[in-house]
């Protein structure tokens, strides 16, 4: 018995160290990495549900901020003055003059790309089918490296893709809110695909099925049957949605879209947008339909209306009546949807709240709110934006260190994050 009890002590460790080498081997490790990765996430997620994380608005504003944001892209406009505290006075907005479009229209040769295969690709392959039809050479990996200079980076904003293709392409985009219906029928019938971002329930690494952002291209309609037809990388190309489906997946993110198109064709895509094609209508429009389906809806659509409020409310600098938005969605309509069907992960794709709590004086409440966002994350913590915004808070509150800390922890997961970047630099940090 002694001499078996010795060769297991003897074995057993060494086993255990020939795993170790072996697991560090990089074909091995790139097998199985991911795997146990995976299995740590569900065991975390099954401790620590994120949909029972609740964030309970403070309302105390501590200063005026009189700071204005980095000059660096953001995915609201920055501000450009101290916002003024009154929201805009409701107004008739007008209606791009109706065109006669047929029943149904279908785009043709509009190049699939699934997202499969790599992680979290969907912002990659939908921008590459878009930009694909109009004769760009490349697809989903060549765009991706940019877009994700973190191999798992959560989410890829709209902006980002804009900035690619102004200096990356010789195309044009238009990037708007408050889309319809109508508009998406008016590009297809033109010609024009419509890349769109929505919420949607997807199976997660952790094998839940969870809310989460997604974009699409829409391609397709047909009134006979009341749906779209779509490109959708993770499902399947030529995939149908229904209508009543497309408004409220979509309205989770505030009806956004994406119309990439040639220099040639701004007049008519100018026009296809009608009165839309002014960003500060535009802005006013989101405003506006925000403000509309907050009556018209309840329960988790209606929380998605109440953010929508706020975050045209930040495009219009009223950052006062834009946290009052977001207190509303957060503190009052978000308790009452149900754990299962919580989209928990929100602040992964629209940092609106962050600018309104932060311009309002209400740094407690970034600081909260980033958080609550990272820590329900429970690994790979990659989300820049939301350091970066807890840093601005830490700031303002006078803990530099911790301030830092987060600017330089955003940098790991985005080199040359211009907004973390800038403060670093103001605060004599880096050159």
Not at 40 to 46: H, P, Q, S
Not at 177 to 189: C, Q, S
Not at 347 to 362: C, M, V
Not at 379 to 399: F, V
Request: net charge negative; aromatic share 14%; hydrophobic share 40%.
């Amino acid at each position: 018995m002694k001499k078996l009890a010795l060769s297991l002590a003897v074995f057993l460790p060494l086993c255990l160290l020939l795993s170790v080498l072996a697991y560090n081997i990089p074909p091995i490790h790139d097998r199985l990495a991911w795997r146990i990765d995976d299995e740590v996430l569900r065991i975390r997620y099954a401790l620590h549900p994120p949909e029972k994380v609740i964030f309970v608005p403070q309302e105390t504003a501590l200063a005026t901020p009189t700071r204005l944001p980095s000059p660096t892209p953001t995915e609201e406009p920055a501000a450009s003055a101290v916002p003024t505290h009154a929201a805009p006075s409701p107004t008739v907005l007008p209606t791009a003059t109706p065109l006669p479009l047929p029943a149904q229209a279908l785009i043709q040769n509009v190049p699939y790309e699934d997202q499969h295969g790599r992680y979290n690709y969907c912002a990659p392959s939908n921008l590459a089918m878009e930009l694909s039809f109009w004769g760009w050479q490349g697809n989903r990996d060549t765009v991706g490296p940019y877009l994700k200079p973190d191999a798992k980076d959560k989410n890829v904003m709209p902006y980002e893709m804009v900035d690619y293709i102004q200096n990356h392409t010789d195309l044009h985009v238009a990037y708007r809110i408050a889309g319809d219906l109508e508009l998406l029928k008016r590009f297809v019938a033109a010609g024009f695909p419509v890349l769109i971002e929505k919420g949607t329930y997807l199976t997660d690494l952790t094998g839940v099925v969870s809310w989460m952002g997604h974009y699409e291209v829409v391609i397709g309609y047909d009134d006979s049957g009341s749906f779209f037809i779509t490109q959708d990388s993770y499902i399947g190309p030529n995939y149908k949605v229904s209508y009543d489906e497309m408004v409220t997946n979509w309205r989770a993110f505030d009806y956004t879209y994406l119309v990439v198109y040639p220099p040639a064709k701004e007049d008519e895509v100018m026009r296809l947008l009608g009165p839309d094609a002014d960003q500060s209508y535009n802005n006013r429009h989101a405003y506006e339909k925000a403000s509309q389906e907050i009556y018209q809806t309840s329960g988790i659509d209606q929380f998605f209306a109440w953010f929508n409020r706020g975050s045209s409310l930040v495009a219009l600098q009223d950052y006062a009546g834009a946290a009052k938005a977001y207190d509303q969605a957060f503190g009052t309509v978000y308790p009452t949807i149900p754990e299962k069907k919580r989209p928990w992960r929100m602040l992964w794709y629209q940092t609106g709240p962050y600018f309104a709590y932060f311009y309002s004086g209400r740094y407690y409440d970034v600081v909260t709110l980033a958080n609550n966002t990272l820590d329900a994350m429970q690994s790979d913590k990659n989300l820049e934006e939301s350091y970066y915004w807890r840093g601005m808070a830490e700031l303002a509150l006078g803990d530099q260190k911790s301030a830092v800390e987060d600017f330089q922890t955003s940098l790991k997961f985005h080199k040359d994050f211009g907004p973390s970047v800038y403060e670093l630099k103001q605060l004599g940090i880096v050159s």
